[in-house]
Structures are given as C-alpha cells and as structure tokens.
C-alpha cells in the first residue's frame, strides 16, 4: 500500500480554458508543465480536481495529462463533447496517482470507490463528475480508495 502515499498535488491556475500555471504544491514552485511521469503514456492515472474543500471531479486516464486535459479544456461541443465543467474555474487544485501496476478496470473500480466514499462522507457526489465506470472485479478496490481519500480530505 506504500505506493498510494506517492502522488502529486498540483495548483492549476486556468484561464481561457487553458491551464496559465502550474504550482507543484509540495515545495511551492512554479512549474513550465506537468512532471515527467504524468506525462508518460499507456501509464495508468486516477486524478482527483479540487476546489478548496469540494470535490469537482474524479477521473481516469491512461494517456499523458498534457494530452487528457488539452482535449478536455479545448473541448467545444463539437461531437457532443464539451470537456470538463471545471474549466470556467479560476483556481483548482489537482491530485494525481500514476498506479502502473494496475489494469483498466482495476483503476476505473477505485474511480468508482472513491466517488461513492465522497457521496458518503460528503452528502454530494463530486460537482462535475457525470459519469463513473461501476465494477465488482477488483477487491482492492475499496482499500485502496479509503487510502487517496485519506490524502486528499
């Protein structure tokens, strides 16, 4: 379980559905872009968007976050996608779990897992999540869900 305290907690700084700045919340510095290993492909990712003490959005990806979050500030409706609801926020802060051992369905379980923990603790299931991929295949699922959770109340 030691691997699930390893994770980036980020500032985003938005503007004009494009990410102006990048604060790396653990030593204060301003970043140029995403560290090297959230930008790695085929690695997967659960990310976790904040803002102050509410819970925007849980996601999933296994491509670079560069790429995943260009697509989803860009997105205009065209093809019925119009990205991410936090896009319009000024400020958001962002957490981020690169899990490489896990599959697929391993991860999008823990997405599941942690936006039901948040609905419980909460009362509300994150603002801007409008979907979640629901699966039983994965026991670990649960555990490891309670662990990011704990790191980001």
Known sequence: MEEYNDFDKLTLILSENKISSLVDDSNGSNMKSFHKRLTKKNIPKIYVIKEGD???YIGVTSQS???????GLNANGKNG?????WKTNERVQ???WCLETL??????????EL??????KTGKWPLNQKEIHFNNEFDDGKVIAKKIFSQIQ
Do not use: P
């Open 54 to 56: 509410l819970f925007l």
């Open 81 to 85: 996608y119009h990205g991410y609801k």
């Open 103 to 112: 599959n697929k369905e391993q991860i999008e379980n823990i997405e599941s």
């Open 94 to 96: 962002l957490y981020v």
């Open 65 to 71: 976050l560069t790429s995943r979050f260009r697509y």
């Open 115 to 120: 936006v039901f923990i948040i609905r419980t």
